[in-house]
């Protein structure tokens, strides 16, 4: 058995090959690529078993090497305490406790989603990204009101009727300019949030 622990970065990752006993064979940083990485995994005995550590951009490395190692394990960053609470942080360091973590089936892991429900969660992650920007947008025009001491009787200022109260207001050029560029802004989004709330609930109906 051989145990890898790959400390993965942006643009660069660091990785330590540890044998069954504990002894370290390799340590090497490696640019984050698939060929790079691709290329030191072949060169590695076999059977390999990986640990990454759950970063920002674990997805696409766990992906690629799923199918080319015994097997790999997703590290949990906040549980891994000896990486956490290392006195002296480095890469190097990193990539060793995670294959020495591994070794002695120490290594706290997270739950990995199968790639079909990463996809539904994206989906929604981008559909709430979306409504924030359409609030920070909503709440740039009520600013813009305020400031110019416009008032309105709406309960909803964004509601049809009040959307198209918004549209006949004649503002000082700047504003004018600004509130006709929220307004499409906002309306592009109306747009986009009723498709993707249709698709949404087309996969709630196949996946309860």
């Known amino acids: ?3 890898l622990g790959l ?9 330590t090959l540890m044998d069954q006993a504990g ?18 995994i072949n060169s590695f005995p ?20 799923e199918d080319k ?3 790999i394990k997703l590290a949990h960053p906040p549980k891994t305490k000896l990486i956490a609470e290392a006195r002296i942080k480095t890469d190097k360091l990193d990539s060793r406790i ?12 997270c739950y990995v989603p199968d790639q079909e429900t990463r996809q539904r969660r994206e989906l929604l992650r981008h559909r709430a990204y979306l409504i924030r920007i359409r609030v920070a947008l909503k ?16 309960e909803d200022l964004f509601t049809k009727q009040g959307m198209e109260f918004l549209h006949n207001l004649e503002l000082p050029s700047a504003y004018q300019k600004a509130l006709t560029d929220n307004l499409s802004l906002i309306e592009d989004l109306n747009t986009k949030d009723r498709i ?13």
Request: hydrophobic share 40%.
């Open 46 to 65: 076999k059977p390999l078993h990986v640990a990454l550590e759950a970063t920002r951009n674990w997805y696409w490395m766990y992906d690629f090497l």
């Open 23 to 40: 002894a370290v064979l390799q340590q090497q940083r490696v640019p984050s690529t698939r060929a790079s990485i691709g290329e030191l």
């Open 7 to 15: 400390d993965m970065h942006k643009k660069t990752s660091y990785v």
């Open 98 to 109: 995670l294959a020495d973590l591994l070794r002695t089936n120490y290594l706290p892991t």
């Open 196 to 208: 993707l709330q249709r698709k949404i609930r087309q996969l709630c109906k196949e996946t309860p």
């Open 69 to 71: 190692v015994q097997d």
């Open 139 to 154: 709440n740039r025009v009520h600013a813009m009101l305020a400031k110019l001491g416009i008032e309105h009787t709406y």
């Open 1 to 3: 058995m051989f145990y």
